[in-house]
T-cell receptor, first 111, second 114 residues
Framework: GENVEQHPSTLSVQEGDSAVIKCTYS??????FPWYKQELGKRPQLIID?????GEKKDQRIAVTLNKTAKHFSLHITETQPEDSAVYFCAATYNNNDMRFGAGTRLTVKP | DGGITQSPKYLFRKEGQNVTLSCEQNLNHDAMYWYRQDPGQGLRLIYY???????QKGDIAEGYSVSREKKESFPLTVTSAQKNPTAFYLC?????????????FGEGSRLTVL
């Protein structure tokens, strides 16, 4: 089965700086890699995703990169703002039915 | 207003009691999932169902049971056999029968065993 490792577990940045969260996965057959944001007391929501046939995807201030050879993918947030403060989860889908989540990264953006 | 609704939001249970958490969706999604969230452990899959009257165990199914009698509903029962049931439970749904698209989550149910 799939195993997803996520680092760091906590991340604190100054407003305006960039934040990078990294995940590794174990199964080379994994083909879908979403990122979810969970604000305090709220439900997780999809912010960006990438499929295995793409190396990079960007949406305004957030981007995700995928390195299939190394089996890792990363979330990049530029020009961070206080409202970016949340817990971020990466995930990987194996065999189309099995989505495994990382343990989460608590991002704090200091004004 | 389309979405996925979980109830109750907070639930307290005495040891030895079974409790059932409700999950209803009006998104016309085929697939539904139950996750457990513990601090520092991310989301772990308990059960999932890709079609009515069918469901599969996830990583941590022991001590839990589900049913899928209607497309809209996927209740989770936490039985007395679950050794450490205090947790935050999230229900989710997705279109199609494969998890290669967005999961839509409910607001969660926090269960505390006294």
């Amino acid at each position: 089965g799939e195993n997803v490792e996520q680092h760091p577990s906590t991340l604190s940045v100054q407003e305006g700086d960039s934040a990078v969260i990294k995940c590794t996965y174990s199964d080379s057959a994994s083909n879908y890699f979403p990122w979810y944001k969970q604000e305090l007391g709220k439900r997780p929501q999809l912010i960006i995703d990438i499929r295995s046939n793409v190396g990079e995807k960007k949406d305004q201030r957030i981007a995700v990169t995928l390195n299939k050879t190394a089996k890792h993918f990363s979330l990049h947030i530029t020009e961070t703002q206080p409202e970016d403060s949340a817990v971020y989860f990466c995930a990987a889908t194996y065999n189309n039915n099995d989505m495994r989540f990382g343990a989460g990264t608590r991002l704090t953006v200091k004004p | 207003d389309g979405g996925i609704t979980q109830s109750p939001k907070y639930l307290f249970r005495k040891e030895g009691q079974n409790v059932t958490l409700s999950c209803e969706q009006n998104l016309n999604h085929d697939a539904m999932y139950w996750y457990r969230q513990d601090p520092g452990q991310g989301l772990r899959l308990i059960y999932y169902s890709q079609i009515v009257n069918d469901f599969q165990k996830g990583d941590i199914a022991e001590g839990y049971s589900v049913s899928r009698e209607k497309k809209e509903s996927f209740p989770l029962t936490v039985t007395s056999a679950q050794k450490n049931p205090t947790a935050f439970y999230l229900c989710a749904s997705s279109t199609g029968q494969a998890v290669t698209g967005e999961l839509f989550f409910g607001e969660g149910s926090r269960l505390t065993v006294l």
